[in-house]
């Protein structure tokens, strides 16, 4: 069992985005790639997984906006 199971590709981040869950364990968040840079965004808004990929989302954009990417 990897860490990384279940993995969604999110469309429109960077090269490469992928959710994995927002569920407090080793693995989960919106992993993003793009040119040289690869972060991870744990959002944790409530119970609701929806909620918790749209606010992960929204933080990821800002992130790659002040990188410039």
């Given amino acids: 069992m990897s860490f990384l199971d279940n993995l969604e590709e ?3 981040l960077g090269d490469q985005a992928y959710w994995a ?10 992993h993003v ?3 040289d840079c690869f972060f ?11 909620i918790n990929r749209a ?4 933080l990821a954009v800002k992130v790659l906006g002040m990188l410039g990417k």
């Fill in 10 to 12: 999110e469309q429109g």
């Fill in 21 to 30: 869950g927002s569920e407090l364990r080793l693995g989960t968040g919106l």
């Fill in 33 to 35: 790639l793009a040119d």
């Fill in 40 to 50: 991870t965004i744990l959002a944790l808004a409530g119970g609701d997984e929806a």
């Fill in 55 to 58: 606010k992960a989302r929204e």
